[in-house]
């Protein structure tokens, strides 16, 4: 990892951050993809925020930003 974080010039706690998107549920790619996110769901969110790796908890987080 830290040799992918070196070949995209940036920090490692940044790279494993953004590995965390290869984790996400599918339905919540699919939305994404096709738009249908919530308005706070972006990369950004992800950068900053831990997200659950149980599939049902992140589609409760993520639900909650629609609210």
Do not use: C, H
């Not at 706690?13 to 996110?37: S, T, Y």
């Not at 972006?42 to 599939?55: H, M």
């Amino acid at each position: 990892m830290t040799e992918l974080a070196k070949a995209e010039r940036i920090g490692l706690a940044r790279m494993q951050k953004m590995l965390k998107l290869a984790r996400l549920a599918p339905d919540i790619v699919e939305d994404i993809a096709r738009g249908r996110q919530p308005v706070g769901l972006s990369l950004l969110y992800f950068v900053e925020n831990a997200l659950p790796d149980d599939w049902n908890a992140q589609r409760e987080v993520i639900g909650g930003l629609a609210r």
